[in-house]
């Protein structure tokens, strides 16, 4: 999930207009925010990232350094949610870790550019209008940058890869030609990375 992020943080800020929108965005992300120095641990990165443990204990952290920073204790509930639902929405888009010795799971719906854009364009433009109607002004702009850069964010994964539109599976080499070729049918299978 990428601006799918962004629009849970807007439903945060929907339901407490008091927090900050900066301390909702960085709960909404934590879990990526994290992942980026751990990348050298190879596979350990999502498992101290992603899995459910993991997430819950970020939740809880951001949680306390709302409530030491003088945050009150519902507040501070909308911020553990805005990292939680992280879990779930990752697992859609992709493969996570439950535990840390358990199974994979997820919808891989990365695979499917039209679903994805469709699940994550919903979350952003629903995340906006509830900012707006509790009274956050967040601009339009937003809703165009959100859409342009989970564009630009597909066209970098589906650059030299596969994926599916309906129950047909296309390949983009655009080095060959900028119009995807239909490809044979790989079976997409959450499963931890080798």
Not at 26 to 52: C, F, K, N, W
Not at 93 to 104: A, V
Not at 143 to 170: C, H, K, P, T
Request: include cysteine.
């Amino acid at each position: 999930m990428f601006v799918g992020h962004f629009g849970i943080a807007q439903l945060g800020k929907a339901a407490r207009r008091e927090i900050p929108f900066v301390w909702l965005l960085v709960a909404a992300y934590l879990p990526d925010l994290v992942r980026v120095p751990l990348t050298s641990l190879g596979t350990r990165q999502e498992l101290l990232s992603h899995s459910i443990p993991a997430v819950t204990i970020l939740a809880l952290a951001i949680a306390v350094l709302w409530q030491l920073r003088g945050g009150n204790f519902v507040a501070a509930t909308v911020i553990a949610l805005a990292c939680l639902l992280h879990w779930p929405a990752d697992f859609f888009t992709g493969c996570k870790p439950t535990t840390f010795n358990g199974p994979w799971l997820g919808l891989i719906s990365y695979r499917r550019p039209v679903s994805d854009l469709l699940v994550e364009g919903s979350l952003l433009v629903g995340g906006w209008l509830a900012a707006r109607r509790s009274g956050f002004a967040i601009g339009r702009v937003w809703l165009v940058l959100g859409f342009v850069v989970q564009l630009a964010f597909m066209l970098s994964m589906y650059w030299q890869s596969e994926f599916f539109i309906g129950d047909r599976e296309w390949m983009w080499k655009p080095s060959v030609s900028l119009v995807p070729r239909r490809s044979v049918l790989e079976e997409s299978v959450c499963r931890p990375p080798t």
